[in-house]
């Protein structure tokens, strides 16, 4: 359950299902059982609505390395029907203006996700989904990202699902998470009620790893 203008952090070990629920989530895999709803639709029902209003970045991002940023865009805006106005709009939310006319093939790895999600924002989603958005990157290239995240959903209003596996990185941006292992929920909720029920426990790492423990028992 994420509330809207939430940033949720979504998060278990290796293997807890974290990319499958993803994946039904975008309409990839179907649920082999319970349902899945967003904006108060079936995703199965109606799937193409749906995912009008969802942006994703799944992993590492899909370009042309040898096309420019702006050249990229367009031919995503151009798939989702959006203006070209649009594109200049989300390189300067990522930013990446300054660079736009530069070959992906010339950027740093943090500067492709940040391309990434700029893909991602081109549709103007409601929510946005982040699947290790951090993966692979530098000091420099995690603070950006995270950086960017705080901004999507204090300025634009944007509603964000965050799966990573670097949960101080994850404490800093999120107001709500959900701990997944083995399939099952073990805790949803705010993250500062969270915090309230383990006192002893110093941060979230260590709550993670207490409520994963218990259940692999």
Request: positive net charge; charged residues 25%.
């Amino acid at each position: 359950n994420i509330s809207e203008g939430s940033v949720y952090g979504f998060i278990g070990p290796n293997g807890a299902g974290k990319s499958t629920t993803i994946r039904m989530l975008l309409g990839l895999i179907k649920n082999s059982s319970g349902s899945v709803t967003i904006f108060g639709e079936n995703i199965n029902k109606n799937k193409t609505k749906i995912l009008r209003n969802i942006g994703a970045l799944v992993e590492s991002p899909s370009y042309y390395d040898h096309l420019s940023a702006y050249k990229n865009l367009e031919i995503w805006a151009t798939i989702r029907t959006v203006g070209k106005e649009r594109i200049d709009h989300v390189l300067k939310i990522v930013n990446l203006y300054d660079d736009k006319d530069k070959k992906v093939s010339k950027f740093s790895l943090g500067m492709k996700q940040r391309l990434g999600i700029a893909q991602a924002l081109i549709g103007d989603p409601k929510l946005l989904i982040l699947d290790e958005p951090t993966n692979g990157l530098d000091p420099m290239g995690i603070r950006e990202i995270r950086n960017l995240i705080i901004s999507l959903a204090k300025d634009y209003n944007k509603t964000i699902l965050v799966s990573s596996h670097l949960l101080s990185e994850m404490e800093l941006i999120i107001n709500d998470v959900g701990i997944i292992n083995k399939g099952k929920l073990l805790y949803e909720g705010s993250l500062d009620q969270l915090k309230s029920k383990y006192p002893s426990c110093e941060n979230l790492e260590a709550i993670f790893f207490k409520l994963t423990e218990r259940s692999t028992l």
